[in-house]
T-cell receptor, first 114, second 114 residues
Framework: AQSVTQPDIHITVSEGASLELRCNYSYGATPYLFWYVQSPGQGLQLLLKYFSGDTLVQGIKGFEAEFKRSQSSFNLRKPSVHWSDAAEYFCAVGPYSSASKIIFGSGTRLSIRP | EAQVTQNPRYLITVTGKKLTVTCSQNMNHEYMSWYRQDPGLGLRQIYYSMNVEVTDKGDVPEGYKVSRKEKRNFPLILESPSPNQTSLYFC?????????????FGPGTRLTVT
């Protein structure tokens, strides 16, 4: 079955510390992977996406993600978090060029410790 | 300003009372979609539309209806709401094809059915 797993429900990191949010997927075809961020009280915003090519992709707001096919993972990273990064983060997978079949993970809530 | 608007933002209603949540986008996007967000479940797609008069079911369509009579509008209709439809609802829009994952989300509608 196709699925996305975000094993961490809630993570707290100190401001300035590095961040890694985990994402594992199960998908039969070549996956199209991405991360969305949801700030409090707002809709989702696309952070970055990956389909092919370089397995390390850069996104907005200083985020990056690395695709590891052997581990079926697409973890999100940031070298130094800011208080404004506190939000919920969703990993998602789908077929190329068809957001109608997108599958979202359950999300990871990120809190920032001053 | 490019945006997706939803109304109302908050709604409390009673079981069985028909309601409509409106969604409008000003970006001339072909693709529009409705999601519901529930704790621990992430976002699940209710219905989507690839263009005017073209709609299709997502993963959780039961109890919902949609219409796409105009390109900019994609209302969500609950003919007879039930308590299990209490949720946070998001409308999203995008271009088709490769950019379909670059979805613009509305601010959300929090619905409570008593």
């Amino acid at each position: 079955a196709q699925s996305v797993t975000q094993p961490d429900i809630h993570i707290t990191v100190s401001e300035g510390a590095s961040l890694e949010l985990r994402c594992n997927y199960s998908y039969g075809a070549t996956p199209y992977l991405f991360w969305y961020v949801q700030s409090p009280g707002q809709g989702l915003q696309l952070l970055l996406k990956y389909f092919s090519g370089d397995t390390l992709v850069q996104g907005i707001k200083g985020f990056e993600a690395e695709f590891k096919r052997s581990q079926s993972s697409f973890n999100l990273r940031k070298p130094s978090v800011h208080w404004s990064d506190a939000a919920e983060y969703f990993c998602a997978v789908g077929p190329y060029s068809s957001a109608s079949k997108i599958i979202f993970g359950s999300g990871t809530r990120l809190s920032i410790r001053p | 300003e490019a945006q997706v608007t939803q109304n109302p933002r908050y709604l409390i209603t009673v079981t069985g009372k028909k309601l409509t949540v409106t969604c409008s986008q000003n970006m001339n996007h072909e693709y529009m979609s409705w999601y519901r967000q529930d704790p621990g479940l992430g976002l699940r797609q209710i219905y989507y539309s690839m263009n005017v008069e073209v709609t299709d079911k997502g993963d959780v369509p039961e109890g919902y209806k949609v219409s796409r009579k105009e390109k900019r509008n994609f209302p969500l209709i609950l003919e007879s709401p039930s308590p299990n439809q209490t949720s946070l609802y998001f409308c999203a829009s995008s271009l088709l094809g490769e950019r379909s994952y670059e979805q613009y989300f509305g601010p959300g509608t929090r619905l409570t059915v008593t």
